[in-house]
């Protein structure tokens, strides 16, 4: 029996199902004209009431079932789009290929790539519900949002006038002992800049540095783990090089996306000839040191340096360079402010996600995140003045608000009953750090109270995301009972 096989015969089955199904579809962020497809037509099919809104949002209603047609409407949402990243040795192609799966144990992997469990799972759990025929709950009003991970466009077009329900249960928290009730809000602060390349004569030797095997992940969610950043490593031997050594830099790539911890980063570039012993040596005591520095956080970190036969073209100018290192080193990242109210809550952090250098073009992308929103505010200015020096062109866009706690509302006094009386134990009851859409659809629908849970997720937006299967179904017990309650 495959993967695949043995992962649809999982319990709940409908949650499995629809889960393979949906990870079939390429669905990648600004991606999702596929899936937005495979998601209306699948509500056709059973028969709802099926809505596709102009930005690729879909929306799908049920009635309640026999009994319950008196009860307020609940909303059901989760986001339909997957953070795409793979190992650098993973021949895949997302654009066209669906996740590969593998059972581990009590945990669904994907083979060397992102799984999709966020927020996939919360997505195959809501068709489950929309499938069955035997549940008990209210009428149901199903949103199932775009481009949530890359700017979170999706929620920011939703309609005012769409939903009629006013309590709204988001699935997309990666913890079966919590309940989420606020989250932070986030900006993108990007710099775009040029250079002049000059040309090299032959006295110089090429070198590839590579930084790899950083365990990156969530940059909200898993900040606060300390885990290392792959520019911030880079930099810091290409920055002590060229000042010991006169290294040169031709090109570099670090990081991917700007919500993922950067993972790996690759680095082109020359040695004076003369200086190449030194380099090399200083190199591997250099390397030993930041490996030491990460090895509880970051055990499979690798640090090389491999032969590049065809000397560069060019490089960037010495005054370019100089000030790229110095740009890079004054960025924080990381967290950068824990919150003085909620003990253990990240308030205020920076993802340095990514730094490309080549062909005439610097750019630098950072996510700013805060529970705060002037704070958030405040921090992305910051980051633009250290990013200006540069000269070139620096922005801030996409800001999207946080969601500030309401403790006392209904659904979190119920939904907390209701774990303790199934768990025998209390739910952690937290805001998080992650940015949630639940900040942005509140803005639009007053008075709409809301609150997000989920099975155990983790390493999400990275290749080593898994999702637990003991977990998904202690998460589904509680939906479906949640569900029945209000």
């Not at 793979?86 to 021949?91: L, T």
């Not at 775009?146 to 699935?171: C, F, H, I, Q």
């Not at 040596?281 to 499979?300: K, R």
């Amino acid at each position: 029996m495959s993967h695949h096989e043995a992962i649809r015969k999982l319990e709940p089955t409908l949650l499995w199902n629809a889960f393979a199904d949906l990870n079939a579809v390429p669905r990648g962020s600004k991606k999702e004209a596929a899936v937005t497809r495979f998601v209306a037509e699948r509500g056709r099919k059973m028969g709802l009431e099926t809505e596709v809104d102009s930005i690729g949002n879909v929306l799908i209603r049920k009635p309640a079932s026999q009994g319950f047609e008196d009860r307020p409407t609940v909303v059901l949402q989760s986001h339909i789009d997957m953070v795409w990243q793979k190992n650098s040795d993973s021949e895949f192609d997302f654009d066209t290929h669906g996740i590969e799966m593998r059972l581990d144990g009590d945990w669904v992997r994907a083979h060397g790539t992102t799984l999709g469990a966020d927020n996939g799972i919360g997505v195959a759990s809501i068709f489950a519900v929309l499938e069955s025929n035997s549940l008990t709950h209210p009428a149901l009003e199903c949103i199932f949002t775009v481009d949530e991970e890359t700017g979170m466009t999706g929620a920011k077009s939703l309609d005012p006038s769409w939903l009629k329900g006013r309590v709204l249960l988001n699935l997309d928290t990666e913890q079966d002992n919590e309940l989420t009730i606020g989250c932070a809000g986030g900006a993108d602060v990007t710099s775009v800049s040029s250079y002049q390349p000059q040309s090299l004569d032959a006295s110089y030797v090429g070198k590839k540095l590579l930084v790899r095997g950083l365990k990156g992940g969530h940059s909200g969610m898993e900040i606060h783990l300390g885990y290392g950043n792959a520019n911030k490593i880079m930099n810091r031997i290409l920055d002590g090089a060229s000042h010991r050594f006169g290294l040169r830099l031709a090109s570099l790539e670090g990081g991917s996306l700007r919500n993922a911890i950067p993972r790996e980063s690759t680095a082109i570039v020359v040695i004076p000839k003369q200086h190449l012993e030194g380099f090399m040596a200083w190199f591997a005591q250099l390397s030993a040191v930041i490996q030491a520095e990460n090895a509880v956080t970051d055990p499979l970190l690798l640090i090389a340096c491999e032969p590049y036969d065809a000397l560069p073209m060019s490089v960037l100018p010495v005054s370019v360079q100089k000030t790229l290192f110095a740009t890079v080193f004054g960025v924080v990242s990381g967290i950068y402010r824990m919150s003085p109210s909620i003990g253990g809550l990240v308030q205020t952090s920076n993802n340095l996600a990514r730094v490309i250098a080549r062909d005439g073009e610097i750019s630098i992308m950072c996510l700013a995140r805060s529970s705060v929103d002037t704070e958030r505010d405040a921090l992305s200015e910051s980051l633009a003045s250290i990013l200006s020096q540069l000269g070139g062109r620096v922005t801030i866009e996409g800001e999207y608000p946080g969601w500030q706690p309401v403790p006392t509302s209904d659904i979190v006094k119920k939904m907390s009953s209701l774990y303790e009386e199934l768990f025998h134990e209390k739910p952690h009851v937290a805001a998080c750090h992650a940015g949630l859409e639940c900040g942005i659809i509140g803005s639009k629908y007053a008075g709409m109270e809301m609150i997000s849970f989920g099975p155990n997720i983790l390493g999400a937006h990275s290749p080593d995301e898994r999702v637990q299967i003991s977990s998904v179904q202690k998460f589904y017990r509680y939906f479906l009972e949640t569900l029945a309650r209000l």
